[in-house]
């Protein structure tokens, strides 16, 4: 592949998937702290803010955090390929399947909250994120040339 560009499209899709799981978790908490009068000082740190709401609402918080750890890793990832100019059609579809099932991962967090449909889309985009970062690691270490 000769044009890089089409990586940053997964990438984009993730800053824009963080933004919104932002903005959800804000949606639901301001309203709930403002109706319930809840003394700002008493919720000064994150434990206690949790413990002052309901379960539901600190979901997207929880998926926030989630949103900043391997992301992180797939952020990087997408950089070097970038920067390096590898970016094949591998990683291309492996950056969208990641993309789709952190997208999933997010909605089942936030909403149903259904462990078991939760790990299986984190264990499936782990699964596409770590094939990625082996394939690119194996390619750097052993200074494999681009593809022509």
């Avoid at 809840?38 to 949790?50: D, K």
């Avoid at 929880?62 to 059609?89: M, Q, S, W």
Wanted: contains cysteine.
């Amino acid at each position: 592949m000769t044009n890089q560009f089409p990586i940053l499209q997964p990438v984009a899709c993730m800053f824009t998937l963080t933004a919104v799981v932002w903005v959800w978790m804000y949606a639901l908490r301001l309203p709930y702290i403002l109706r319930s009068r809840i003394e700002l000082q008493s919720v000064a740190t994150s434990e206690t803010l949790h413990a002052a709401l309901p379960a539901r609402l600190n979901l997207p918080s929880h998926n926030l955090k989630n949103l900043f750890e391997l992301p992180v890793v797939f952020y990087a990832l997408c950089i070097l390929l970038f920067v390096t100019g590898r970016v094949d059609d591998f990683y291309l579809y492996g950056a969208w399947v990641f993309v789709v099932l952190r997208v999933l991962h997010s909605l089942v967090h936030c909403t149903v909250n259904r462990v078991s449909w939760r790990f299986a889309a984190y264990f499936l985009s782990s699964l596409v994120l770590w094939m990625m970062v082996g394939r690119f690691g194996f390619q750097a270490f052993f200074q494999v040339p681009l593809a022509l």
